[in-house]
């Protein structure tokens, strides 16, 4: 168990009604409750940017540095940070009324479970088709490659996985998703390894 309190702030400058450039900061306080896990503080700053190339493509990106620091007492016996960059960029592209899909790249870190922290590169891949009025449908494809920081339960390996959704526009401000997702995990320490199928809704209520 543990609390994070994070503090960000994030400004833009629209240098024209196609592109708007900016910067980005964050603060993160991270304490567990047991001494096994290490407290931590992450640090980070950086630039993003917003671009509509053409009526049927925009996309953004951002890149940031990051710092995280971690406390060397706890129980796993981690005793690295994380200093590097993170990123994200992403494109959208709107092939007709109906049809639109998307691709996304990133790295970015997580908390780790045994370790410190877990580096992450992630490809996101989404197509949406409308079938019907205020109904839609969509599929993605995701792959993924992860680290562990230093420790005696540190693993890598890849996992990647498929998600079909069925979406429906409710009401004007109210919408409905079902969706399941298939994902396999790959790992070097092979009781970490997995298949997993899961069942998913989500309804979405804007005020």
Not at 139 to 148: H, I, N, T, V
Not at 179 to 201: K, L, P
């Amino acid at each position: 168990e543990h609390t994070t309190h994070t503090f960000g702030n994030r400004a833009g400058w629209r240098a024209n009604p196609q592109l708007t450039l900016g910067v980005m900061d964050s603060f993160s306080l991270t304490e567990y409750n047991q001494n096994f896990q290490n407290n931590s503080q992450s640090l980070s700053f950086g630039v993003f940017g917003d671009v509509i190339l053409n009526e049927y493509l925009r996309g953004s990106a951002s890149v940031s540095f990051q710092g995280s620091s971690f406390d060397s007492n706890g129980g796993i016996g981690d005793t690295s940070d994380f200093t590097s960059a993170v990123f994200s960029t992403s494109l959208l592209n709107q092939l007709n009324r109906w049809l639109n899909h998307s691709l996304s790249v990133s790295r970015y870190t997580t908390l780790g479970i045994g370790s410190n922290f877990t580096d992450i590169y992630r490809f996101n891949h989404y197509v949406t088709a409308e079938v019907i009025q205020n109904f839609d449908t969509s599929l993605g494809f995701f792959y993924e490659m992860y680290s562990d920081s230093p420790s005696a339960l540190a693993e890598t390996g890849d996992r990647w996985g498929v998600t079909p959704t069925l979406g429906y526009q409710l009401a004007a401000t109210t919408r409905l998703t079902l969706g399941y997702q298939y994902s396999e995990r790959v790992s070097n320490v092979a009781a970490n390894a997995y298949d997993q199928n899961m069942i998913f809704m989500d309804v979405t209520h804007q005020f």
